[in-house]
C-alpha cells in the first residue's frame, strides 16, 4: 500500500519541477522580448533627438549667417545699395535652405548649400571692403583739393567731378553678373515644335537664359560662357564624352553642360544657351535640378529647377 501511494506523489514532483522549469524559460523569453523592443525603442528615440539636434545646428548657423550679412548691410549704409544684385542672390539661397530645413532635408545637402553660402557672403564683404577704401579714397583726395583751390567755384567744379569718379569707381569695382538667370526645360516635338515641359520623360532639351550684367572697367572682347547643369543625384550633364567637356575652374578640371563664346562691350547683354539630350542618353531623373553659370574664372550666377 505504501509503494502504490509513493509512486502518484513522485509523479507530481516530476510535473511540477517541468511546470517549473517551463515558467522560467517562458520568462527569461518574455523578458529578453520585452527588453530588445526596450532597447530598439531608445535607439529610434536618439536617432531622432540626434537629427533634430543637427536641423538646429544648421538652422543656427544659416540664423547666424544671414543676421551677420544684415550687419553689414547696415554698417556700409547707402554703399551696400551697389551691391544689390549679390544681395538678392544671398537672400535666395538662404530662402531656398531655409525651406529645406522645415521640410525634407539631407544634412549632408544643407551643409554643402551652406558652405556655398558663406563663400558667397565673404565675397560680398570683401567687395564691399574694396568700394568702402576706394570711397575713403576719395573723400581723402576731395579734402586735398579743397586746401590746394582757394576759388569757391573752381572748388565746386572738381569736387562735382570727384563726385562723378566715385561713381564709375564704385561701378567699376564689381565683378561680371549673371542675373535673372532661368533654366527652361524643353520638349522638342518630331515636329520641330518646342514646348515646355516639368515632366522628365519628356525632356530631351534644356535652354538657361541670363543677362551678363554690365561693368566699364572689365576688359572688352570674347568671353567664354560655361553652364554646368547638374542632375538631382549631382551627376553633370554632359553635351558628350564628359572627358572631353571641361574647363578650368579654381585650378581644378571640371565638366561643363554648355559653352559659347560672346563678344562682350561692357554693356549688358543677354544670352540664351542650350543643352541637347542626345538620343542615346537614359531619361531625365525626376528630382531638382541645380545650373551655375561661369565666365572669367568665376561663378557668376545660379538657378535650379524641378522635373518630375
Partial sequence: MIEKDLKPKANQNKTSIFLWIL????????????YNGFQKDIQLEEMATEKEAQRIELQVQL??????????KVAYGELSETMSVKD??????????????????????????????????QSYV??????????????????????????????NIVLEKEKEQLAD??????????????????????????VATNKARRVNKIQVCFTLSKNVVLMSGVKDVYVRIARPDTKILSPGIAED????????????????????????????LEWVKK????????????VIVFADGQEIGTASFVLD
Fill in 23 to 34: 515558467l522560467a524559460v517562458i520568462s527569461i523569453v518574455a523578458a529578453y522580448f520585452i
Fill in 63 to 72: 540664423d547666424s549667417l544671414v543676421a551677420e550679412h544684415e550687419q553689414i
Fill in 88 to 121: 538678392s542672390l544671398i537672400m535666395a539661397d538662404a530662402k531656398e535652405i531655409k525651406h529645406l530645413l522645415n521640410y525634407k532635408w539631407d544634412y549632408r545637402k544643407v551643409q554643402k548649400k551652406l558652405d556655398k553660402l558663406r563663400i558667397v557672403a
Fill in 126 to 155: 570683401t567687395q564691399m571692403d574694396s568700394l568702402y577704401t576706394v570711397n575713403n579714397q576719395l573723400i581723402e583726395e576731395n579734402v586735398n583739393i579743397k586746401r590746394r583751390y582757394n576759388s569757391e567755384q573752381r572748388k
Fill in 169 to 194: 569707381k564704385i561701378v567699376e569695382a564689381s565683378v561680371l553678373e549673371a542675373y535673372n538667370v532661368v533654366a527652361n526645360p524643353i520638349y522638342v516635338k518630331r515636329s520641330g515644335t518646342e
Fill in 245 to 272: 567637356f571641361v574647363f578650368n575652374y579654381q585650378g581644378e578640371q571640371i565638366q561643363y553642360s554648355i559653352y559659347k563664346q560672346t563678344n562682350y562691350d561692357n554693356e549688358a547683354i543677354d544670352l540664351c
Fill in 279 to 290: 538620343f542615346d542618353e537614359i531619361d531625365m531623373l525626376k528630382g531638382n535640378y541645380e
